[in-house]
């Protein structure tokens, strides 16, 4: 059975960092989409993906502060959240998909983790 499962969220304060992780098992995913995203106002927001060959994108409110990157070894994907922000507080998940093509929408990925909260206050 496959399983995806966060961890890293937590308290910080504005202009802080977290790395968020998010472990698979049950197979691995390395020539597969994996991305975030974030939960907020009611709505599941792209974040940031990764794909096969290796190619990263961003939504355009993270990009330069966060970074998408993973780990074959430990079958583990990372996003590196610099420079926080109050806006950036909302509950994240990790999302993988079979296939490299990195999509946008949540509906294209097939796993899902049950989610990590980040809150960011000043």
């Known amino acids: 059975q496959v399983a995806l499962v966060e961890s890293g969220g937590g308290l910080v304060r504005t202009g802080g960092s977290l790395r968020l992780s998010c472990a698979a098992s049950?197979?691995?995913?390395?020539?597969?989409?994996m991305a975030w995203f974030r939960q907020r106002h009611g709505m599941r927001e792209f974040v940031a993906a990764i794909?096969?060959?290796?190619?990263?994108d961003y939504d355009r409110s993270v990009k330069g502060r966060f970074t998408i990157s993973r780990d074959i070894a430990r079958n583990t994907l990372y996003l590196q959240m610099n420079n926080l922000k109050e806006e950036d507080t909302a509950v994240y998940y990790c999302?993988?998909?079979?296939?490299?093509?990195?999509?946008?929408?949540?509906?294209?990925?097939?796993?899902w983790g049950q989610g990590t909260q980040v809150t960011v206050s000043s």
């Open positions: 999302a993988a998909r079979t296939g490299g093509t990195i999509w946008y929408t949540p509906s294209k990925y097939d796993y």
């Open positions: 049950g197979r691995t995913f390395n020539s597969d989409a």
């Open positions: 794909g096969s060959p290796v190619i990263t």
